[in-house]
């Protein structure tokens, strides 16, 4: 299958899912998806496999909750995998769902008022069917959102967060080739940048470049870091060192990269995402929270390149599954108290 097709396909599956209720949902996962089809997404609903599993889990509760929930995406893309020789095309899709919320949702109570439920979809198209995806959504900024405050103050800032600054991440038609060869190449770059500038026992440990030497090789000076809820939102090289990277770097110690699932790019726009990327152990004070056991992080990341250097970056975790792995289960603590959560320490 040629990725216009791919693309194709997955735009008329967004439009079938816009215009799908509860009732119906079912039936259109099953038009456009295999018997077999794998579905990840995030905690609680971790794996499914097949049209009847997926909807039961995450789409017929989504849908019972959320009143004319409709996508309304900032980046699409779509590549084969650069990982592997797998068969098919991923096509990623980043934006926000809007929708009303109007039921509670995993315990999240309902505000009846506008949300803006952040997501980012990877799509596996093979034969004419989507047979994997990859399903994130950002449920603590989902939570913000309904006024809880489910983990201390955050590093960086709490946004509803906007799509590319140049407004040209909907790639639905081709793409020049080359230019999505140098999205990646950049994107390859600069991760092998990040393992060779930290060390998973000792932060302090003689490195080939300061943090941001690391990044200037990459990064524009005034680059943009749209990170998860829990984590916030920084800008500039200077102050995602001193409210990112710093604290990641020196509060999460042994950390092992596990690979990516699927990595494209299209254009001067790419990203990844793993399943999980990193096993890491928190050392205490990682999102103010103490030192705990080891845990994995599954992430997508979304870049846009401007020129020779990356511009902008989305990130999405499963900070309810990372937490969860530590003991603290913020979604049971929503269901069990059925008051609005607060941070309470372990």
């Not at 018997?35 to 049209?51: K, L, N, V």
């Not at 699927?262 to 990193?278: C, K």
């Amino acid at each position: 299958m040629n990725t216009p097709d791919a693309k194709q396909l997955v735009r008329e599956y967004h439009s079938a899912l816009d215009n799908a209720d509860s009732a119906t949902v079912e039936s259109v996962l099953s038009t456009y998806t295999s018997d077999d089809w794998h579905w990840r997404g995030m905690h609680p609903f971790h794996e499914q496999y097949g049209a009847a599993d997926v909807a039961t889990s995450f789409f017929k509760p989504l849908l019972t909750s959320f009143s004319s929930l409709r996508r309304r995406a900032d980046m699409f893309l779509a590549n084969q995998n650069s990982l592997t020789g797998e068969p098919g095309i991923w096509v990623a899709s980043m934006g926000h769902f809007i929708g009303l919320f109007d039921q509670e949702f995993l315990g999240i109570p309902a505000t009846r008022k506008i949300i803006m439920l952040r997501y980012a979809e990877f799509n596996r198209v093979l034969d004419n069917q989507i047979v994997e995806t990859g399903m994130f959504f950002d449920l603590i900024h989902l939570m913000h959102q309904a006024g809880l405050q489910p983990l201390p103050p955050q590093t960086g800032a709490h946004l509803v967060q906007p799509g590319p600054a140049t407004h040209d991440g909907l790639l639905y038609e081709e793409q020049n080739p080359d230019e999505g060869r140098i999205t990646l190449d950049l994107i390859n770059r600069m991760i092998g940048d990040i393992a060779a500038n930290s060390n998973a026992d000792d932060v302090d440990a003689p490195q080939d470049a300061t943090p941001q030497q690391e990044l200037q090789r990459c990064w524009h000076d005034d680059m943009l870091w749209w990170g998860p809820d829990g984590i916030g939102a920084t800008y500039t090289i200077d102050r995602y060192v001193d409210q990112h990277q710093k604290p990641f770097r020196a509060q999460l110690g042994s950390r092992v990269f596990n690979g990516h699932i699927a990595r494209i790019a299209e254009g001067n726009y790419g990203g990844f995402f793993g399943w999980p990327n990193l096993s890491l152990t928190p050392l205490g004070g990682y999102m103010g929270l103490p030192k705990g056991p080891r845990a994995d992080m599954r992430v997508v990341d979304m870049y846009r390149r401007d020129g020779d250097k990356l511009a902008e970056n989305w990130i999405f975790i499963d900070v309810l599954h990372f937490l969860n792995m530590q003991g603290l289960d913020v979604l049971q603590r929503l269901q069990d108290s059925k008051r609005p959560a607060t941070f309470q320490g372990t």
